[in-house]
Each structure stands twice: as structure tokens, then as C-alpha cells.
């Protein structure tokens, strides 16, 4: 049975950090791209980063170049977000997520991923 499992979200200022981790099980983790989704009050769940089997390619959505990073250790079964210079408009449960295959460069399209998380809430408040 596959598992993943995110934690660290919570309630942050404006400008401020959190880092996002996934935990997987049940699945050979290396196999798939590991990506993150989220989903803000009365919107469609959306894009944010992605990363490839490897961990040397990365995809990120538009509003998040430059202040999330996406990474993974296969060693561990996990894939962080870490999360700077947050704004408001970052509020959202965010989604880990599994797409099965070594897909270059890794997706931004959900329906392409297989496994997906309960999801952590993050607050960002102005």
C-alpha cells in the first residue's frame, strides 16, 4: 500500500520560511517523479514544483521560481519543499504527489500523477 505522508505546514508571517517534507512508502521511490500540488480556498488544486527520480532536474510553477526549492533523498524516501520570502497568496493546502516513470523533464500536469498525500495546511498571514 502506497503512503505519503506530509508534515511541517502551519501558520507563518509574510517574508517568512517553512520547509515541507513527504514521506513515501510502499512504493520503489526512485521510480518516480515526486511533485508538489496545492489547493487555495474555493480554487483548483494547482502546479508548484516537481523533481525528477534523480533529483537533478527540477520544474517549478511561474509564482514560485526563485523562492521554493524542490529536492528529494532517495536514500530516505522523502521530498522536501523549502519555502522562503512566503506571501499571502501562498496560502494553500499543499499536496505531495507520485508519478510513476523516470520522466524527463519531470510533470506539471496532475493527471500524470498516480499517489497523492492528505495534504499540510499552510498559512501565510500579511
Known amino acids: 500500500q502506497v503512503q505519503l505522508i506530509e508534515s511541517g505546514g502551519g501558520l507563518v508571517q509574510t517574508g517568512g520560511s517553512l520547509r515541507l517534507s513527504c514521506a513515501a512508502s510502499?512504493?520503489?521511490?526512485?521510480?518516480?517523479?515526486m511533485g508538489w500540488f496545492r489547493q487555495a480556498p474555493g480554487k483548483e488544486r494547482e502546479f508548484v514544483a516537481a523533481?525528477?527520480?534523480?533529483?537533478?532536474?527540477?520544474n517549478y510553477a511561474n509564482s514560485v521560481k526563485g523562492r521554493l526549492v524542490v529536492s528529494r533523498r532517495n536514500a530516505e524516501n522523502t521530498v522536501s519543499l523549502q519555502m522562503n520570502s512566503l506571501k499571502p497568496e501562498d496560502t494553500a493546502v499543499y499536496y505531495c504527489?507520485?508519478?510513476?516513470?523516470?520522466?524527463?523533464?519531470?510533470?506539471?500536469?496532475?493527471?500524470?500523477?498516480?499517489?497523492w498525500g492528505q495534504g499540510t495546511q499552510v498559512t501565510v498571514s500579511s
Open positions: 510502499g512504493l520503489t521511490f526512485d521510480m518516480y517523479t
Open positions: 504527489a507520485a508519478d510513476y516513470g523516470r520522466r524527463i523533464p519531470p510533470s506539471d500536469r496532475e493527471h500524470e500523477y498516480e499517489f
Open positions: 523533481v525528477s527520480w534523480r533529483g537533478d532536474t527540477t
